[in-house]
Nanobody
C-alpha cells in the first residue's frame, strides 16, 4: 500500500508564492504519474497539474504559466511551485498518484493524500 503526505500549504497574499510537496511511501511497484487536484468550497475537485512517467505534463488552464509541477522519481516525490497566486486558487490541494502495487498484476489504483490548505487572501 502507498501513503501520500502533502506539505507546504499556508496563507499568502495575492501575488505571493507557495511550494507544495508530496512524498509517497509504503510498498508498491510503480507510480505511473503523480499530480495535484484541488477542491474549493462548493466546487468539484479538479485537476491542477499532473506529471507522467514520460515527463509530459498537464495543467488546468487557469494555472498555466503560473504553476510548475516537477517530480523526483528517486525520492517518489512531486512538487508544485505556485507563483502569482490569486484568491480563486484558495482550496484544499490533494496529491494523487496512479499506483501499481506489484509487477505483473494488472490494473492500478488512485492513491490520495489527506490534503493541504492553500488560502490566498489580503
Amino acid at each position: 500500500q502507498v501513503q501520500l503526505v502533502e506539505s507546504g500549504g499556508g496563507t499568502v497574499q495575492p501575488g505571493g508564492s507557495l511550494r507544495l510537496s508530496c512524498v509517497a511511501s509504503g510498498t508498491f511497484f510503480r507510480i505511473y504519474n503523480m499530480g495535484w487536484y484541488r477542491q474549493a468550497p462548493g466546487k468539484s475537485r479538479e485537476l491542477v497539474a499532473r506529471v507522467h512517467s514520460d515527463g509530459s505534463t498537464n495543467y488546468e488552464d487557469s494555472v498555466q504559466g503560473r504553476f510548475t509541477i516537477s517530480g523526483d522519481n528517486a525520492k517518489n516525490t512531486v512538487h508544485l511551485q505556485m507563483n502569482n497566486l490569486k484568491p480563486d486558487d484558495t482550496a484544499v490541494y490533494y496529491c494523487n498518484a496512479a499506483v501499481v502495487e506489484q509487477e505483473g498484476v494488472p490494473g492500478h489504483f488512485s492513491a490520495w493524500g489527506r490534503g493541504t490548505q492553500v488560502t490566498v487572501s489580503s
